[in-house]
């Protein structure tokens, strides 16, 4: 079965830099969401997306934008990088049901971000 | 206050016996998802098993079972016949529904090793 694909697979840049994370979603997945679990820690919501649409927002920094497009995949976006942005940032996608209620969330493989 | 609260970071079994990994939450809505995913050192998160807050019965995936005691608010995953496989982080997750919003809350995780 199809999973959630994320691009790169790891990523290196240097503090003051941008980033953009890519995420593609399983096929008929209207709902993406992204998360960052930094070393040693539990994942944190960052935003979410349905339809295209910003649906939820969690602990993400302003220097951090993301969207969602026509083909349902997304991007983060990540401008000023800081030491402490180092972390594994996962998507995950899910379908939602009617009410709004989403179903299981699915990973990708993550991406591993790391600011020298 | 913590949502979700795993009391063991490390856990030991020997292959072939079974495990149980604790997870209590914490929540005023009624209607919430309860979920186990498996993260291995490799980094993806593997969903493995969902609970509903109105499923009358424990769920079961396979070697995986809930067991949801909802008086006590927990969901402690037992893992039959432990493989070596199985040695893993394993995070617990709540998504509230009532909320509106479907990002899900984790706990900070326990460390399973399997011993041979």
């Known amino acids: 079965a199809a999973g959630v694909i994320q691009s790169p697979r790891h990523l290196i840049k240097e503090k003051r830099e941008t980033a953009t994370l890519k995420c593609y979603p399983i096929p008929r997945h209207d709902t993406v969401y992204w998360y960052q679990q930094g070393p040693g820690q539990d994942p944190q919501f960052l935003i979410s997306f349905y339809e295209k649409m910003q649906s939820d927002k969690g602990s993400i920094p302003d220097r951090f934008s993301a969207q969602q497009f026509s083909d349902y995949h997304s991007e983060l976006n990540m401008s000023s990088l800081e030491l402490g942005d180092s972390a594994l940032y996962f998507c995950?996608?899910?379908?939602?049901?009617?009410?709004?209620?989403?179903?299981?969330?699915?990973f990708g493989p993550g991406t591993r971000l790391t600011v020298l | 206050a913590q949502k979700i609260t795993q009391t063991q970071p490390g856990m030991f079994v020997q292959e072939k016996e079974a495990v149980t990994l604790d997870c209590t939450y914490d929540?005023?809505?009624?209607?919430?998802?309860l979920f186990w995913y498996k993260q291995p050192s490799s980094g993806e998160m593997i969903f493995l098993i969902y609970q509903g807050s109105y499923d009358q019965q424990n769920a079961t995936e396979g070697r995986y079972s809930l067991n949801f005691q909802k008086a006590r608010k927990s969901a402690n995953l037992v893992i039959s016949a432990s493989q070596l496989g199985d040695s893993a982080m394993y995070f617990c997750a709540m998504r509230e529904a009532g909320t509106g919003a479907n990002n899900l809350f984790f706990g900070t995780g326990t460390r399973l090793t399997v011993i041979p």
């Open positions: 929540t005023s809505d009624p209607s919430y998802g």
């Open positions: 995950a996608s899910s379908v939602t049901l009617a009410g709004g209620r989403a179903d299981t969330q699915y």
